[in-house]
């Protein structure tokens, strides 16, 4: 095994760990969007993992699905949801959550299965992950205006390079990384330090707004 392809298998097993590692915090708190949202993530990983050993394509389908679920509508939507817990005080009901992730699921199948989506896919996932970023930018502010700089700055760097991830994957390919290596080691890293990342912030958003919350009360 060259160390690209070691680095790959660490990078994919990073991801899968991160996931279900920070999946299962959030659950914990009862935010099931980003809890299931980060599990699916960790699955389509370690379908991805099983795929480099074997090369079984139906774990390959199966990672492709949900890698298509997760950058069309999991993260830039139900994960934007699942943060707004602690910039909106928005918390659905378990009844809304399922429905959230079927309609994804849903229009996920449009995006893999029609044929007339094939041609603006490509730029589909990139706005998607563009209105993504701008929200992230908006946690950020949120994060500086509550005294925590460190996480506004770390947050910040995740979405740039996520976003950077978002633009080489469908419109500017790596010169050279024709077995694609290269690039999927930049991306699960990145992907695996935003959502170990974003439950950092997030707590300490939410610490800030329960301060604030003690505060007024008195």
Request: glycine share 6%; net charge neutral.
């Amino acid at each position: 095994m060259e160390i690209k392809e070691l680095l790959g298998v660490l990078s994919c097993l990073l991801l899968v760990l991160s996931g279900v590692t920070f999946g299962i915090k959030f659950l914990k708190k009862r935010n099931y969007l980003l809890g299931f949202e980060w599990l699916i993530v960790a699955f389509s990983g370690s379908n991805l993992l099983i795929y480099l050993f074997t090369e079984w394509k139906v774990n390959y389908s199966i990672s492709f699905f949900l890698d298509a679920f997760s950058r069309g509508f999991g993260i830039p939507i139900v994960a934007t949801l699942g943060l707004m817990a602690v910039t909106h005080n928005y918390k659905p009901s378990p009844l809304k959550d399922v429905m959230i992730f079927a309609a994804s699921f849903a229009a996920t199948f449009v995006l893999v299965l029609a044929d007339f989506v094939r041609e603006p896919l490509p730029y589909f996932y990139v706005l998607m992950w563009s209105c993504y970023t701008v929200y992230l930018a908006y946690f950020t502010w949120r994060l500086i205006r509550v005294g925590e700089g460190l996480h506004a700055m770390a947050t910040a760097v995740g979405a740039a390079a996520a976003l950077a991830v978002a633009i080489v994957y469908d419109l500017f390919p790596i010169p050279g990384d024709d077995d694609k290596m290269l690039f999927m080691i930049f991306a699960l890293t990145t992907w695996s330090y935003t959502m170990i990342q974003l439950f950092y912030a997030y707590g300490a958003l939410g610490r800030s707004r329960e301060q604030g919350a003690l505060l007024a009360a008195r």
